[in-house]
């Protein structure tokens, strides 16, 4: 059983950097995939990155690559996401989430977390 708990959202202005931190329970955090998605209003949920158990590997959704980093801390049982040149658009409710293998796809993940906000004004 994995516990994860999102912290950091906020609201930025256009431009602005936020970073993300997730905390995890559990002694197997390291052997599991992380990821982040986000759900805009009206939108469903989506993916956005995700970091092998190692951090070896990584993979980001087009719309993000080149502003956003994930990235974790495996003795701090953390995984961050750093955003930088934020857009309106990335305005969502962020959600990390953990899964035994390395995907993309929101069914592949076992454990979410409850989610934060973060908004980007123009």
């Known amino acids: 059983q994995v516990q994860l708990v999102e912290s950091g959202g906020a609201l930025v202005q256009a431009g602005g950097s936020l970073r993300l931190s997730c905390a995890a329970s559990?002694?197997?955090?390291?052997?599991?995939?992380m990821g982040w998605f986000r759900q805009a209003p009206g939108k469903e949920r989506e993916f956005v990155s995700a970091?092998?158990?190692?951090?070896?590997?990584?993979y980001y959704t087009h719309s993000v690559k080149g502003r956003f980093t994930i990235s974790r801390d495996n003795a701090k049982n953390t995984v961050y996401l750093q955003m930088n040149s934020l857009k309106p658009e990335d305005t969502a409710v962020y959600y990390c989430?953990?899964?035994?293998?390395?995907?993309?796809?929101?069914?592949?993940?076992?454990?979410w977390g409850q989610g934060t906000q973060v908004t980007v004004s123009s």
């Open positions: 559990g002694r197997t955090f390291s052997s599991y995939t």
């Open positions: 970091i092998s158990w190692s951090g070896d590997s990584s």
């Open positions: 989430a953990a899964a035994r293998l390395f995907g993309s796809r929101m069914n592949e993940y076992d454990y």
